[in-house]
């Protein structure tokens, strides 16, 4: 089964309304999601998100999301080849379904299956 690609990146934050200047100077846009808990950019067809204090996932370095069309599918498939589950498939809003796994290095890759 393979992937969309990489379409989405987020990005822990320590101070949120500092990080959104940045990454909106960056990308030369205003945020298209503007709230406490998660600042998102559309740029170029990725979205960027800025995540306050690594958000409930506890991030420390920014995670690629892989979109696929079958999260669970996906999630058997890079776990029988080595992959370990970080954090199970679960809605986060909208029917969007994301997980995470770790590689044997502990890299951390993202999954997300819009529904």
Do not use: C
């Not at 940045?22 to 950019?41: C, H, I, K, N, R």
């Not at 420390?60 to 498939?89: C, F, M, N, Q, R």
């Amino acid at each position: 089964m393979s992937t969309e690609g990489i379409k989405t990146v987020l990005h822990p934050v320590s101070d949120l309304e500092k990080a959104k200047q940045v990454y909106a100077a960056l990308l030369g846009m205003q945020p298209t999601t503007d709230s406490t808990y998660y600042v998102g950019f559309e740029a170029a067809g990725q979205q960027i998100g800025l995540v306050p204090g690594g958000g409930p996932q506890a991030m420390t370095s920014p995670v690629a999301y892989w979109h696929v069309t079958d999260i669970e599918a996906k999630l058997a498939e890079v776990t029988a080849a080595g992959a370990i589950i970080k954090e199970p498939a679960h809605d986060v809003g909208g029917g969007r379904l994301v997980a995470t796994v770790t590689d044997p290095d502990g890299n951390v890759l993202g999954l997300l299956q819009d529904t």
